[in-house]
């Protein structure tokens, strides 16, 4: 609706001028002929303070180069993938010709300038920066001033030029009345449309802001309601796999050591009465005791991460960030100063989700456009996990951070969460014996 009435608008501004363009150059051609054709060309020219144009020439030069003035107009609103060089080029001609305009119109009409300033104005929206925003009101100031000074009755205090007004004097009195009335409609029409114009345009941005700001609160919405849905979805599989290893635990351990617990109450019966078949018994519980604790491992090396098969902690971390970097927009750097290190498999896999489940974070939460990834050893290992993220004014502990902790805290290890220019987590995990690096 509102850029409907602002083409139209635009539209009415551009037919106005064109009719205000006409009328004053037809006014000094046929003003000119009337005053010849009753004799009076020497009263006209004692009487103006400077020797006019030709009329012929004032027309046609005011028609032409305002024809040319809508065509460059035309050209620069629809020229929107051209270089930035050409557009300023056609903005420095489009004001070029404004002035030529005005000056054929020997200063008669300035309503040309509204013209222009609506055009720019229409087509150069961008006010983001407060450099622009200097530029802007630069070009307002500069704009009103030139409206008002080229006003004829103050521009023609310093210099001389021919009053269009001295012609209709030869005019009668209803001529002349008529003829400055739609003069002046013209002009007054030229203000109101413009004024309305830009009243019209910006209630649409003050309408195109709101419908902006609600499309934002209701994407914002979606989001949380988005990431609530996912960490529901994360604690719905955290329980599922927990149930799943509690089944095989129990399959496997709970089948182990029932055989077991039966074994040795068999020994403890066939101890004194039958100590062969004691010790064939107790080969036999030695056996179950074997196959649980291979179980077991099977078990548990299905919760290993699939990165760490076959690779160290530094390759596996390596391929991780690989595979971030080529699925998101996040850049990662890495800094690995651990070395040789020789660490445990249980310790491996825990720094890996650590780091990983930090990469996730910096990546959904925090927005983050850039992860810093240091390891360095001391007397402990540590860990320095830095992005560029939204970062937080009060941490509030959800799934993910628990389970982080959680997690270090079986390889007695600890994280602190600080907000430093974005998110930064920072992990110590203390050195086993045989650990080298």
Do not use: C
Not at 354 to 379: C, F, K, P, Y
Not at 395 to 408: A, D, H, V
């Amino acid at each position: 609706m509102h850029l409907k009435r602002i083409r139209f608008l635009r539209q009415a501004l551009v037919v106005i001028n064109f009719f205000a363009v006409l009328y004053n150059a037809s006014l000094y051609l046929f003003a000119s002929k009337y005053v010849v054709s009753l004799g009076f060309s020497h009263s006209l020219l004692e009487k103006l303070s400077s020797i006019p144009t030709k009329p012929t020439v004032v027309f046609w030069s005011s028609v032409i180069s305002f024809a040319l003035l809508l065509l460059v107009m035309q050209v620069r609103n629809h020229a929107k993938k051209a270089s930035k060089l050409m557009v300023d080029g056609l903005l420095a001609l489009e004001i070029f010709l404004l002035l030529v305009t005005f000056v054929s119109l020997q200063s008669s009409y300035n309503g040309l300038i509204l013209l222009v300033f609506l055009d720019i104005f229409y087509t150069y929206t961008d006010f983001y920066t407060m450099q622009q925003r200097r530029y802007w009101l630069f070009f307002i100031v500069l704009s009103f001033s030139a409206l008002l000074v080229s006003n004829f009755d103050i521009l023609s205090l310093v210099m001389d030029l021919p009053s269009l007004e001295v012609y209709l004097e030869f005019f009668p009195a209803s001529v002349r009345f008529a003829t400055m009335f739609v003069k002046n409609l013209l002009a007054s029409l030229n203000i109101v449309v413009f004024i309305t114009s830009l009243i019209t345009y910006i209630m649409y941005s003050v309408s195109e802001n709101h419908k902006i700001e609600e499309e934002l609160r209701m994407a914002f919405q979606a989001n949380t309601e988005l990431n609530n849905y996912v960490a529901i979805t994360e604690k719905i599989a955290e329980d599922r796999e927990r149930k799943r290893i509690s089944r095989e635990i129990h399959d496997t351990l709970g089948h182990a050591l029932t055989g077991i617990s039966a074994g040795i109450d068999a020994v403890t019966v066939l101890v004194d009465v039958d100590p062969s078949r004691a010790k064939v018994q107790l080969r036999n519980v030695s056996n179950v005791v074997r196959e649980g604790i291979s179980d077991v491992r099977r078990s548990l090396e299905k919760l290993r991460p699939g990165a760490l098969e076959g690779r160290t902690l530094k390759d596996a971390l390596e391929k991780m960030i690989a595979d971030y970097q080529e699925l998101s927009r996040l850049d990662i750097r890495f800094d690995y100063q651990w070395g040789e290190v020789d660490l445990d498999r249980t310790k491996e896999d825990i720094i890996f989700r650590v780091i990983q489940e930090s990469i996730t974070n910096s990546l959904r939460h925090g927005h983050a456009r850039q992860v810093t990834i240091q390891m360095t050893s001391d007397s402990v290992y540590r860990l320095f996990i830095q992005d560029d993220g939204v970062g937080f004014d009060t941490l509030q502990y959800g799934y993910g951070l628990i389970q982080l902790q959680e997690r270090l805290a079986i390889i007695g290890g600890k994280a602190e969460f600080v907000n430093d220019h974005g998110f930064k987590t920072i992990v110590s995990i203390p050195k086993s014996k045989g650990e080298e690096e």
